[in-house]
């Protein structure tokens, strides 16, 4: 567990003595707060055109159709899973092309470390990066609890979709930092499998066989669509789980052929 500990420390720690970690926070914290802005705008609009009605029609029920869940938090959670597509694989590309790059991964091949170690304690360190990023959008979230009334499920669930989706993408991008040097190869590695599992939910839709059931099911969004409506599934989890082991295990496979070669 220490030597677990440490290579997590020490890849946390490296994000931030590079401006890798203060780009990305800049870049993801000022997207999502002008696509915030231009929800609140949408939404205000839609307010008061239901205002409008409602006081013309005299029926106060009209308003209640304006929620805060549907026209607010929903498109920007779903907003953000486009984003973090976009976004973790600049987190991850270096994890180990860096190290491979540099030649500083055969002083990790020859000390006493398994390869477990060294694939976990990266994960690890990546994943802890993505936490921080994502409670970054606790500032819009703290807006929309401060002047409105949203339900609380969704918005915990939605947000812990993020949160497993996220950590698909990083397991992702570290299977693809072992395969390469290349740190922008790891990058449209990682971005192209994740844009994959993004547009499968879509192509599945066009197809009524068993094809295109199975590419619903493969697809990210059509988990994340259940969490944001405030379900959470034993399926739900069992799909995230099953993928980031998958790509753990790839990424450790990679790793144990490079040390060897």
């Known amino acids: 567990m220490g030597k677990l500990l440490?290579?997590?420390?020490?890849?946390?720690?490296?994000?931030?003595?590079?401006?890798?970690?203060y780009s990305v926070l800049t870049v993801f914290t000022t997207i999502t707060g002008i696509y915030f802005y231009v929800v609140i705008s949408n939404f205000y609009t839609r307010f008061r055109q239901f205002e409008v009605y409602s006081q013309i029609y005299r029926n106060p029920e009209l308003l209640a159709k304006v929620n805060l869940n549907e026209?607010?938090?929903?498109?920007?959670?779903?907003?953000?899973?486009?984003?973090?597509?976009?976004?973790?694989?600049?987190?991850t590309m270096r994890t180990v092309a860096e190290e491979r790059k540099s030649g500083t991964d055969v002083l990790l091949y020859t000390s006493p470390l398994t390869t477990w170690h060294i694939i976990l304690g990266k994960f690890l360190g990546s994943f802890l990066f993505l936490a921080i990023l994502l409670a970054c959008t606790g500032i819009f979230l703290g807006v929309v609890f401060y002047y409105g009334n949203p339900e609380l499920g969704p918005v915990v669930l939605g947000w812990l979709g993020l949160l497993l989706i996220g950590t698909v993408l990083v397991a992702i991008g570290l299977f693809a930092s072992s395969l390469t040097e290349n740190q922008i190869n790891a990058y449209f590695i990682s971005f192209a499998i994740g844009l994959l599992l993004l547009i499968t939910?879509?192509?599945?839709?066009?197809?009524?066989?068993?094809?295109?059931?199975m590419l619903t099911y493969l697809s990210i969004n059509e988990h994340y669509k259940d969490l944001v409506r405030g379900l959470l599934t034993t399926q739900d989890l069992i799909y995230f789980g099953s993928f980031i082991?998958?790509?753990?295990?790839?990424?450790k496979q990679a790793l144990e052929r490079a040390k060897w070669n």
Do not use: C, D, H
């Open 201 to 213: 939910g879509w192509a599945g839709q066009l197809l009524s066989s068993n094809m295109g059931k």
């Open 6 to 21: 440490a290579i997590t420390g020490k890849e946390l720690r490296s994000y931030f003595v590079s401006p890798v970690a």
């Open 245 to 251: 082991l998958f790509f753990l295990f790839l990424a």
């Open 71 to 91: 026209l607010v938090v929903a498109p920007l959670f779903q907003f953000l899973v486009i984003v973090l597509i976009f976004i973790v694989p600049a987190i």
